[in-house]
């Protein structure tokens, strides 16, 4: 081999030859691209540096090598490298393929535009998440409040209350707000003395501005319209002082009674009175007011000397209301009829042993009588108070159809004790009755409007229909014990404003007639001043006098019609009685959300995200470096042209009044990082 190579130099000086040649070929093709392509590398490399800023001003500033500073090997060196590193991904061309087309011009500006805005949202990447962070955060509050929106507070499922939790969701959102126009606001700083001169004091301004609300309005006294997007985010800083109140305001906690869905009231009604099976047969010849049921009895007695109550309910909410509801009961009126009275008053005889008395014609023929009575010559007088006789009409009409379902039919006289001791005529108080009529009959009453209230049962006046009976006379066994049964006789009723004859409701019969014996009974009784002179007919009764409580009544028809009332209510809540289920309310405490007041907050933080856009694009256009808030920007540049004089300022306001008057810009086309004085 080495003979070989010895035996042909020639051709070994010519390979070497040819190589130097294609060397020498291929520099200076890669020469002339270099040149053709120089421009468009330096738009490149200005698009791909991954600084924050471009062009001349940040290659001297930042302290780059300047590419004509360079010795020619240490260029070529470097042209070769970009060549290599460059041309593929910025340019689609490579120099070993020169046959190879590169893209077209609109792809390339295009390529750089989105290579820039990329840039750019890089470097506001924080504070654009933060405005999203803080758009979020809005966001979780309004579904919260949506969610819980009109829900009752006991519901609210988490330890801490509802305005502890949006509170914490509201801070968030805030401080992330507030970081992102702070950020703004540093820039801004910037910007107002790039290529614009401007006093020095607005570094302070716009500084303090960034800080918070009080260096805000200072912000927004000093500059308002000569620096309007500065401005905008003094005002976002200062408005965001009332985020907090407001939010808290967004929450009211009414109590409101709502529906209950799974919860009833039970409000009785009934078509059919029949307490205890009553029986009638031939060993029974007669009716007993002593056979009223006692429920009966103390419901009576207790309406005559108190008001009456409000029907009864049950409702485990304490609010319920019912539909319409009818009911068979007791109805009961009384006619003052004084004027049509004939008093008759024939003084002190002998056949009534020296008492006064006076008569008096009712307009039925009957005649009632009161007396008066005079304990010795000096003594007191003793008047009549009260005197009543009554008639059942149950027993009257007994077998009648057609007939109306009265039970007793009454009349009294009331005496007041308002005569004067001082006259001659101590009977005065005879001749001045009060007379009445009145009468009980079964009758179906109808309440309108039922409701209850925080546990106070409230009704409208019934609407009441007289009751008539009908030919519907039904017996029914009911058993007696011992094995042995009786029949129950129960006596069809209907309402006697209806054209039809159909029953609809009933009644036992032997409770009907003791029910008219039993009232007919309790008001045939008279009543005197001191338990004298107390009736002009003597019976034997079982029932309770209530002379007494009667002579009080300051008006007898209400008296009556409370009685009426009571006795209505044993008959709808007897054992036949239907329950009729109403719809419940419950009173709870409910959340309710004051939507106006989430208006400020989400309007702030899309202004803040709004500045944040508006930045990206201002400093798209420029070149000026994103330095935003940083103190150490701050200490690389200089004032050129000034310089602080004498010893080392000790407070601010000294710092103020030294540079006062100083006004300064940073020249767009500045090679250092200096500001310039004007």
């Known amino acids: 081999m080495s003979t070989s190579s010895e035996a042909n130099p020639t051709d070994h000086h010519d390979h070497l030859q040819h190589t130097n040649d294609i060397h020498g070929q291929r520099q200076q093709v890669e020469s002339n691209v270099d040149s053709i392509f120089s421009p468009l590398y330096n738009i490149a490399l200005h698009d791909s540096n991954e600084g924050p800023t471009t062009g001349s001003y940040r290659e001297k500033n930042l302290g780059h090598e300047n590419h004509y500073e360079l010795g020619v090997p240490q260029q070529q060196a470097r042209d070769a490298e970009r060549r290599s590193s460059d041309y593929d991904s910025l340019l689609m061309f490579s120099p070993n393929g020169l046959g190879t087309e590169g893209p077209s011009k609109d792809n390339e500006k295009r390529s750089k535009r989105n290579g820039a805005w990329r840039r750019h949202f890089k470097f506001w990447k924080w504070e654009v998440g933060a405005c999203f962070l803080s758009l979020a955060s809005i966001a979780s509050v ?73 260096g805000a309005a200072e912000l927004l006294l000093r500059k308002n319209v000569k620096a309007l997007l500065a401005s905008l985010a003094a005002v976002v800083t200062i408005a965001a002082l009332l ?24 409000f009785n009604q009934t078509q059919l009175y029949d307490p205890n099976g009553n ?29 009456s109550n409000s029907p009864a309910a049950t409702c485990s909410t304490g609010n319920c209301t019912w539909p319409q509801v009818t009911t068979l009961g007791i109805c009961a009126q009384c006619t003052d009829i004084t004027q049509q009275v004939n008093t008759s008053c024939p003084g002190p005889t002998t056949a009534n042993h020296g008492q006064y008395q006076c008569d008096y014609g009712m307009p039925s023929g009957r005649n009632l009588s009161g007396f008066g009575f005079k304990a010795g010559a000096t003594g007191d007088f003793f008047p009549t108070r009260w005197n009543s006789s009554a008639t ?72 009441e229909d007289l009751l008539i009976r009908t030919d519907n006379i039904t017996q029914v066994d009911a058993p ?87 006795m209505t209510e ?25 939507w106006g007041w989430v208006a400020l907050p989400l309007t702030l933080t899309i202004l803040s995200l709004l500045l944040i856009m508006l930045m990206v694009i201002r400093t798209n256009r420029s070149d000026l470096p994103l330095w935003k808030n940083s103190s150490i920007a701050l200490l690389f540049h200089r004032v050129d042209g000034w310089a602080p004089e004498g010893e080392a300022l000790q407070s601010p306001s000294a710092l103020e009044k030294e540079v006062r008057g100083v006004s300064i810009m940073l020249p767009k086309d500045s090679q250092d990082l200096t500001f310039v004085k004007n």
């Not at 044993?570 to 004051?594: D, L």
Request: charged share 15%.
């Open 392 to 463: 059942s009409a149950s027993a009257s009409t007994s077998g009648n159809s057609s007939a109306a379902a009265a039970l007793t039919y009454i009349e009294a006289v009331q005496l007041k004790e308002n005569y004067d001791y001082g006259t001659a005529d101590i009977s005065s108080v005879l001749r001045a009755p009060t007379a009445w009529t009145c009468m009980f009959v079964l009758c179906a009453k109808t309440y309108e409007i039922l409701s209850m209230t925080n546990g106070e049962v409230s009704v409208s006046e019934p609407v």
């Open 243 to 266: 985020i907090d109140p407001f939010m808290q305001l967004v929450f009211t906690f009414p109590a409101l009674s709502r529906y209950e869905s799974d919860v009833y009231g039970f």
């Open 570 to 594: 044993i008959i709808r809540n007897s054992r036949n009685s239907t329950a009729i289920a109403g719809q419940a309310f419950r009173t709870r405490t409910y959340i309710e959300v004051q």
């Open 142 to 214: 309004i579904a919260v409040l949506y969610v819980e929106n009109d829900k009752p507070l006991d519901q609210w499922a988490w330890s801490i209350g509802p305005t502890a939790v949006v509170a914490f969701i509201t801070t968030i959102a805030k401080s992330s707000m507030l970081l992102a126009v702070s950020e703004v606001l540093g820039q801004l700083k910037w910007l107002h003395f790039y290529g614009e001169t401007n006093p020095l004091t607005d570094l302070g301004v716009f500084d303090a501005a960034g800080r918070g609300p009080w």
């Open 279 to 307: 029986t009638y047969d031939s060993h029974m010849t007669a009716f007993a007011a002593s056979s009223v049921d006692a429920q009966m009895q103390a419901a009576v007695i207790r309406a005559v000397s108190e008001h």
């Open 480 to 566: 007696i014990g011992g094995g042995l049964s009786g029949l129950s006789t129960i006596q069809g009723l209907r309402v006697n404003s209806s054209s039809s004859s159909t029953s609809t409701h009933f009644i036992n019969s032997a409770d009907f007639a003791n029910l008219g014996n039993y009232l007919t009974e309790l008001f045939s009784t008279g009543w005197g001043a001191r338990g004298f002179g107390a009736s002009n007919r003597i019976a034997q009764a079982t029932a309770p006098n209530l002379g007494w409580a009667l002579s009080e009544a300051e008006n007898l028809n209400q008296t009556v019609r409370n009685i009426a009332e009571s």
